[in-house]
């Protein structure tokens, strides 16, 4: 029970706490970034994918299925391995930044570019299946309208292939936040990375000048809560949207079947 209770005192110091929380900050931006890059790179990949036909465009055709199988097909790790290695660095990351070192900062950004790279692939799929759930006609009524291919895109066809897949979209954040934890595995200084630093010094806090079996439960545990809150709290949103989009369908499928009858 001493031991537990050593354990658990290290939540209780100011500074590990705050480490912690930094860490978990680091967390959410990285995978916002990720996220949002993923999108706009995985709406191109997917318009690519499934637009460009031509005998003219279709190299691209092959190039966006050929890195969006790749991406998807293999394991992230890999890709965070292959980024640290061979991934250069801009000029503007390889300084001290947001009280990082430059070591710290320099695999941030490798790491970080293997998880948008990889998050990218998934998201284009997420976009893609939205793109399918458009009508054709939409083309052919944006076409009479006098639209061009990109304002059709733009102004017609991408917003409601977004609004379809907004679900899916917010269950794939929760994947990312969950798969920011692989960049631990680099040093980089996220959530998990740090919790892992405090748990190799822990016999400097713990007051028993050992790493104990409890200090693992301890620090692992309160990782795993932040995760948790985190990403059930994004469950209920996802639950939320998908229960209010069933409602308004519902109603939709009610007002057609009255006027329908109306008619009748």
Known sequence: MEEWSASFDMLKNGAILIYILKG????????????????????????????????????????????????????LLLWIFICVVFCPVPEIFAHRMFGLTTVETTLLFKASIALILFTSSVIAEIVRGGLNSVPAGQFEAA??????????????????????????????????????????????????????????TANLY?????????????????AAAIYFIINFALSLVVRHM???????????????????????
């Not at 000048?209 to 309160?222: A, E, K, Q, T």
């Not at 939709?252 to 006027?259: C, E, I, L, M």
């Open 206 to 222: 713990n007051g028993t000048g050992n790493i104990n079996v409890s200090d693992v439960f301890v620090l692992y545990g309160c």
């Open 143 to 200: 076409a009479s309208q006098g639209f061009n291919v990109v304002q059709t895109m733009v102004y017609i066809v991408l917003p409601q292939a977004y609004r379809n897949v907004v679900p899916t979209l917010l269950s794939q954040v929760i994947t990312t936040i969950k798969d920011s934890s692989y960049l631990a595995n680099v040093a980089t200084i996220e959530l998990m990375s740090r919790v892992r630093q405090i748990l190799s």
């Open 242 to 264: 998908q229960a209010r989009r069933k409602a308004a369908a519902s109603a939709y499928r009610t007002a057609a079947k009255a006027v329908g009858d109306a008619k009748a």
């Open 24 to 75: 978990t900050l680091f967390t959410i931006i990285i995978s916002t970034i990720a996220v949002l890059i993923g999108i706009v790179f995985g709406s191109v990949l997917a318009l690519v994918r499934n637009y460009c036909h031509s005998p003219q465009y279709r190299i691209f055709r092959y190039a966006a299925i050929a890195y969006i199988e790749i991406f998807r097909n293999t394991p």
